[in-house]
């Protein structure tokens, strides 16, 4: 699975983003897909999950009534809605996929793909 993240850039405080995931070279049906982000100077941390079972959904407390997941099977996309952006989201999105179900903290670790990441930046 190939996958490429886009839709960042600049945006105000308050404002929104919808960033998308697009996979390539296998249906995005059978995994679980997360969005992790990784601002200047931090250690990446996890944002959203969505599993394909049932199609539950986990967020970061800090984007938790802000962020919103969601796939698109027919497409083989899945998507980050943003809003209420704040300056402290500003970092390098990325997506990842695998056959794990999310387990916090570590989950990121037992992914299988990885996509190259795509830059927000909140600022006024």
């Known amino acids: 699975v190939q996958l490429q993240a886009s839709g960042g850039g600049p945006v105000q405080p308050g404002g929104s983003l919808r960033l998308s995931c697009a996979a390539s070279?296998?249906?995005?049906?059978?995994?679980?897909m997360g969005w992790f982000r990784q601002a200047p100077g931090k250690e990446r941390e996890f944002v959203a999950a969505?599993?394909?079972?049932?199609?539950?959904?986990f967020y970061a407390d800090s984007v938790k009534g802000r962020f919103t997941i969601s796939r698109d099977s027919a497409k083989n996309t899945v998507y980050l809605q943003m809003i209420g952006l704040k300056p402290e989201d500003t970092a390098v999105y990325s997506c990842?996929?695998?056959?794990?179900?999310?387990?916090?903290?570590?989950?990121?670790?037992?992914?299988?793909?990885w996509g190259k990441g795509t830059l927000v930046t909140v600022s006024s």
């Open positions: 969505f599993m394909w079972s049932g199609e539950i959904t």
């Open positions: 070279g296998r249906t995005l049906t059978n995994y679980n």
């Open positions: 990842a996929a695998g056959r794990t179900w999310y387990s916090g903290n570590h989950w990121a670790n037992t992914l299988d793909y």
